[in-house]
């Protein structure tokens, strides 16, 4: 039998895994730069949110059952937060294992802002569909 944790990591990991991968074929590909960065980053935090989310959904025991609008808020700051923990793992790869993933400060904010971006899409994009749900549900 499945725990909840292990069943969301089935049903949400594989989005952020397909990124990580993603990641690392674009940096061979790119070395690091260029638009593909920028996308990879956006879909970490799409991805982010994804898991986020599915985390608010399936472990109600863990985090309660927030309000819409606040489990959004939640989901948002999560994902985030995601976003800067890459951006340390670049800054180790670059700098503890001497790999050339990171170019600059402003090459790092822009990422955070990339994966800021994601996370807002998602958050965004599921409010409208829990939306549009509602309205064509009967009742």
């Not at 790119?30 to 920028?38: I, P, Y």
């Not at 999560?78 to 001497?98: D, H, S």
Request: charged share 10%.
């Amino acid at each position: 039998m499945l725990s909840p944790l292990q069943i969301l990591v089935l049903r949400r990991g594989w989005a952020a895994v397909a990124v990580v991968a993603f990641h690392f074929v674009s940096i061979t590909i790119q070395e690091g730069q260029g638009s593909l960065n920028r996308v990879t980053h956006m879909l970490g935090g799409a991805a982010a949110a994804y898991l986020a989310s599915g985390m608010l959904r399936y472990g109600s025991d863990w985090f309660g059952s927030p309000k819409v609008p606040a489990r959004q808020l939640i989901v948002f700051c999560i994902a985030t937060t995601v976003a800067v923990f890459w951006e340390f793992v670049e800054y180790v790869f670059n700098n503890g294992l001497a790999m050339n993933v990171q170019y600059g400060l402003s090459e790092a904010i822009l990422d955070l802002v990339m994966g800021c971006f994601g996370a807002a899409l998602y958050v965004l994009g599921s409010s409208c569909w829990t939306i549009g749900r509602r309205r064509t549900q009967p009742g």
